[in-house]
């Protein structure tokens, strides 16, 4: 009995990691099966990158956009809402013009506030897709400037 209760302890703490699961979708785990059989989906639309963007109807009313980036195996690398400001005036009074990153296991969960807009936005993304993300849009940025050099 002596021996098993370490596993124990070990089985479930393994068992109780988890990526973060905005409105109960977990990163890096939920496919866009699972998705479509648990939200309306709105609009599908080629990510411009790779995958596929998924609108989808969120069922929260304080929630007034709901973005699901699925990755070209179809799994979840990112959740995007768009919330009213209103419904976290303690986030807005300590951001204002702030952005807060916060990070979970192999996923980052960003916080975005302008005070030039009404709404902020809380990003659900993997690590792996963030990085994959900024690399891209750097190699663009890149050739945008080679392109403007040349032109001059």
């Known amino acids: 009995m002596q021996n098993l209760l370490p596993l124990l302890i070990i089985f479930f703490c393994l068992n109780t990691y988890s990526n973060p699961m905005p409105l109960g979708l977990e990163l890096n785990k939920t496919t866009n099966i699972d998705l479509t059989k648990k939200y309306k989906i709105i ?31 179809n799994v979840i690398e990112a959740v ?48 792996g897709f963030y990085k994959e993300f900024l690399n891209k849009l750097d190699k663009e940025e890149k050739l945008e400037q080679e392109q403007m050099k040349r032109l001059l």
Request: glycine share 2%.
């Open 43 to 73: 609009n599908k639309e080629p990510n411009y990158w790779q995958g596929y963007n998924y609108y989808i109807e969120p069922n929260e009313k304080a929630i007034s956009k709901a973005l699901v980036i699925c990755n070209d195996f």
């Open 80 to 127: 995007i809402l768009t919330i009213d400001k209103n419904k976290f005036e303690e986030f807005y009074n300590i951001l204002k013009d702030k952005v807060v990153t916060f990070k979970d296991g192999e996923c980052l969960i960003i916080l975005e506030s302008s005070e030039l807009n009404t709404e902020m936005e809380l990003v659900y993304i993997t690590n």
